[in-house]
């Protein structure tokens, strides 16, 4: 196995555009065997690792004091917490960037060996087939999510996507393709995929997806192109195929540790940021959760206790959402779908059906056993369908927190007018991110842009 996963990574560029000088030894071993591929899909060095720039940019958290920040030591995660326009400053080799192409690299080079051994239509490889076209979506995904504009239908067929890279050879250079051809590709891999994978979820090994996970990747997806209907019958497969959600009186609250495991009842899919040092934006000494978030949680509500914990400077930190680490989780997850399912009912004007997903989520979060105080859970209820969105996006900021969504659900609800002004305050000095500014899309690292040539985005 470690012959083919080197001839895999010998292959494998960080650049879509760069080529490669060496060439593989002849002796090496090909992947053949399911357990061949597996073992490349599995690799927990390259895959399942998300980028961390949405995470640090967003408005869950502050740097408490500007001793703080100057003490942070990797340079993206002080400059992405201002906007600077140049968010690398002459750094290389950027994770958030080279990780996604590195899993594409791997899933085009899967994909080639199985069309070229002849063997992706055959019954026991079609579901290898399916998690590559998985991973090649999510990877895709994540990228454009990050470093192309939010999807606007009226503009998406000329603004600047990335380059689609759909085959494993190294010494072609492709162009930046278009936001639209970028989501075509997404949406036409992942809805391959759930046609290919397996039907359950495997629940002692939840990096591997399934036909529910490529289902809740469409929901992701259509929800962040704002396209709701599809959203929602996305949704709703998902969830004919899986909708555990854990009751959280049944958890163990941990001091400063997570409650959770890697295989968390609710997770679909398991990914989770890239494990930069201080990128995880979950470290105490460095971080804060904004404190407005962590007060909106009722006493009751066991997701304060469960998720946060405080530090002795007073500020609060998370302990690991539905996984043990404190990177941010990324993947998929029941909660997610019903909050994506009540924001699609809301939107359709189905204000108590909405509240009655929400309600569904909420109640596995409550204490209704407590002494003190004793308070049963009281269902939220809405008065309007306006009234019924703006609870579900709400509680879609609360729940979802440290997800890594939040980001792109600035980006999408700024383009429907909600103005939601970003605000950083460092030892007085105020910085802003205006919505729809130009600086909701990272720039491409400066060593691609040498390398491939390709053009840079506008800060």
Not at 327 to 334: E, H, N, Q, R
Request: net charge neutral; with cysteine; aromatic share 10%.
């Amino acid at each position: 196995m470690k012959k083919i996963l080197f001839l895999i990574t010998l292959g494998f560029v960080f650049s879509c555009g760069k080529k490669l000088e060496l060439k593989p030894n002849s002796s090496l071993v090909i992947p053949r065997t399911v357990s061949d591929f597996e073992n490349l899909l599995d690799n927990p060095a390259v895959m399942n690792l998300s980028p961390a720039l949405a995470q640090v940019s967003a408005d869950e958290y502050i740097i408490p004091t500007l001793a703080d920040y100057q003490s942070i030591v990797e340079t993206p995660t002080r400059t992405a917490y201002i906007w600077a326009k140049d968010i690398y400053q002459g750094e290389t080799q950027t994770a958030d960037w080279k990780r996604p192409y590195a899993q594409i690299y791997y899933c085009n080079s899967i994909l080639d060996e199985l069309k070229n051994q002849n063997l992706e239509h055959v019954t026991e490889f079609k579901r290898i087939k399916g998690w590559a076209m998985f991973v090649r979506a999510y990877s895709y995904y994540e990228l454009v999510s990050i470093f192309a504009k939010a999807y606007d239908a009226s503009t998406a067929n000329t603004d600047l996507g990335l380059p689609l890279k759909l085959n494993s050879a190294i010494s072609q250079i492709v162009p930046r393709s278009t936001v639209q051809k970028n989501y075509n590709q997404i949406i036409s891999d992942a809805t391959e995929a759930t046609n290919l994978l397996q039907t359950e979820v495997n629940l002692t090994k939840r990096n591997r997806p399934s036909k529910a996970a490529a289902h809740a990747l469409l929901a992701r997806v259509y929800l962040s192109m704002r396209k709701y209907i599809e959203a929602e019958a996305a949704t709703d497969k998902a969830l004919a195929l899986f909708s555990t959600l854990k009751d959280y009186k049944t958890l163990q609250v941990v001091p400063t540790s997570s409650s959770f495991t890697i295989n968390s009842d609710e997770v679909i899919y398991f990914s989770n940021v890239v494990d930069w040092t201080e990128t995880s934006v979950s470290r105490g000494d460095f971080y804060s959760v904004l404190p407005s978030i962590v007060n909106s949680f009722e006493e009751n509500d066991l997701r304060k206790t469960i998720w946060f914990t405080q530090n002795i400077n007073g500020n609060w930190y998370i302990k690991g959402i539905n996984n043990i680490y404190r990177y941010p989780f990324t993947g998929l997850a029941t909660d997610e779908l019903l909050l994506i399912k009540a924001e699609c009912l809301a939107r359709r004007n189905q204000s108590q059906d909405a509240m009655d997903q929400v309600n569904r989520l909420l109640i596995t979060r409550w204490n209704s056993n407590a002494t003190t105080p004793t308070k049963p859970y009281q269902s939220i209820t809405a008065t309007s369908p306006s009234d019924a969105l703006d609870k579900v996006l709400s509680e879609r900021k609360k729940s979802l927190l440290w997800r890594s969504v939040r980001w792109t659900d600035l980006r999408r609800l700024n383009l429907e007018g909600r103005n939601i002004v970003l605000t950083r305050n460092l030892n007085g000095t105020i910085y802003t991110l205006e919505p729809n500014s130009p600086r909701y899309v990272m720039p491409i690292p400066d060593d691609e842009i040498a390398l491939s040539g390709i053009e840079q985005n506008i800060r």
